[in-house]
């Protein structure tokens, strides 16, 4: 049940790194300390920095 655990943690994992490299970003691990929750909130304020970027170009003021 363990082995099946970590393989999830690990695809998980993959899916934020992935999408990650989609918007532009290399993330490097420098250790092994990075996490899913640290992946998922770099990709959400990526994302969120894009949209209010794109908001504030394309607004009709």
């Known amino acids: 049940m363990q082995e099946q ?3 999830d943690e690990m695809n998980s994992i993959d899916q934020w790194l992935s999408e990650l490299r989609s ?3 290399s993330p490097k691990r420098k ?3 990075n996490d ?3 992946l998922q909130d770099l990709t959400e304020n990526i994302k969120q920095e ?3 970027q ?3 170009a394309y607004s009709e003021t």
Do not use: D, I, R
């Open 23 to 25: 918007l532009g970003v």
């Open 36 to 38: 899913k929750k640290e």
């Open 54 to 56: 794109y908001k504030t």
């Open 50 to 52: 894009l949209y209010q």
């Open 5 to 7: 655990s970590f393989h």
């Open 31 to 33: 250790n092994n300390l």
